[in-house]
Nanobody, 123 residues
Framework: QVQLVESGGGLVEAGVSLRLSCVVSGRIFSNYYMGWFRQAPGKEREFVAAISWSGGITYYADAGFVKGRFTISRDNAKNTVYLQMNSLKPEDTAVYYC??????????????WGQGTQITVSS
């Protein structure tokens, strides 16, 4: 059974940094791409970032909200993917999900998802 467990969310003030973690079990972690998505209240889930099997290739949302503030990375020895988020803004408030699969930025590229971790950024 494949499981993804996110951690690192919380209530923070604008301008601070957070690092999300996602631990994967039940599949060979290094065989799959990993992605981060987010869903704000009343909005559709959107792509944030993705990383290739080895970590050598990363891909970020074209939307302006990433703009060098977010960095995805992975540690295959720990079956863990990370999302470093700097200079957080109130508009970053959302539930953040990690996912494992064979694709890049499309939701249907990923076949397993975590339960999500809430990030709330106050102004």
């Amino acid at each position: 059974q494949v499981q993804l467990v996110e951690s690192g969310g919380g209530l923070v003030e604008a301008g601070v940094s957070l690092r999300l973690s996602c631990v994967v079990s039940g599949r060979i972690f290094s065989n799959y791409y990993m992605g981060w998505f987010r869903q704000a209240p009343g909005k559709e889930r959107e792509f944030v970032a993705a990383i290739s099997w080895s970590g050598g290739i990363t891909y970020y949302a074209d939307a302006g909200f990433v703009k060098g503030r977010f960095t995805i990375s992975r540690d295959n020895a720990k079956n863990t993917v990370y999302l470093q988020m700097n200079s957080l803004k109130p508009e970053d408030t959302a539930v953040y999900y990690c996912a494992t699969g064979q694709g890049w930025y499309r939701i249907h590229d990923y076949d397993y998802w975590g339960q999500g971790t809430q990030i709330t950024v106050s102004s």
